[in-house]
């Protein structure tokens, strides 16, 4: 066993849990688009898959973390000057992994970023055809999209349109995802607290467990775009 093998197969499965966030993002666009049609047993029966979904990705997202840092845990204690040591390492991250797993609920689940994003986005979906403001969700989105100011969609941070929104949960602002995760590892290896960085906002402490990734945003910004390009 190599530790530097050991740091690759762990890369890659961080790897995987970029495709699985990307995965949860298609999924929720897919139950945005089915919220949209009101008064459909089918359409609800869909939705419930699709949650059941996103909620199998969320598991399995959760498990790769805890077992990345399980992996982690037992690599730092090891001594690879110990060849004793190293052929332990294995069962000793089995029973970790295990007692670790044994002790996770699956109602945990729900907090799951995505899984909030999905649930938000749907809620907002539904909300909007029940008032009667549009009967297909894409014409809803470039009508939006035209009338608010480019601005609303730029990032504080890179000055840029955003590709995936979120949300600041404590200040409402919003930012860029890749951006402001960024700066608040930035802000850690420092040791320092992120501060929101909107001008005037005293948030001084920003977290990753306060972003709340924004669907519906998101897809107000692609329609944008399409506008853009179709004039």
Do not use: W
């Not at 040591?85 to 699956?106: G, H, N, P």
């Amino acid at each position: 066993m190599s530790l530097s093998a050991v740091h690759g197969t762990l890369s890659s499965l961080k790897s995987c849990q970029s495709d699985i966030q990307t995965g949860m993002d298609i999924v929720t666009d897919v139950a945005m688009d089915l919220a949209d049609i009101l008064d459909s047993e089918s359409n609800n029966n869909s939705l419930k898959e699709l949650e059941d979904t996103i909620l199998g990705c969320a598991k399995l997202d959760r498990d790769i973390n805890h077992f990345v840092d399980v992996v982690q845990q037992v690599t730092s204690e090891a001594m690879p000057q110990n060849p004793e040591t190293m052929f332990s390492l294995s069962d000793k991250v089995k029973k970790m992994y295990e007692e670790k797993l044994a002790k996770l609920s699956d109602a945990e689940l729900h907090k799951h970023q995505k899984v909030i994003a999905f649930k938000d986005s749907i809620r907002n979906c539904q909300g909007q055809a029940a008032q009667g403001s549009a009967g297909n969700m894409e014409e809803l989105d470039e009508d939006i999209a035209v009338s608010q100011s480019q601005v609303n969609f730029t990032c504080p941070l890179t000055q840029v349109e955003m590709v995936n929104p979120v949300k600041n949960k404590k200040c409402c602002h919003y930012y860029d995802e890749e951006a402001i995760l960024n700066l608040i590892k930035n802000r850690h290896n420092q040791r320092k607290k992120c501060r929101c960085p909107v001008v005037g906002c005293g948030n001084s402490d920003v977290k990753e467990s306060d972003l709340v990734a924004d669907q519906v945003l998101r897809r107000k910004i692609q329609s944008q775009k399409r506008h853009s390009n179709k004039t």
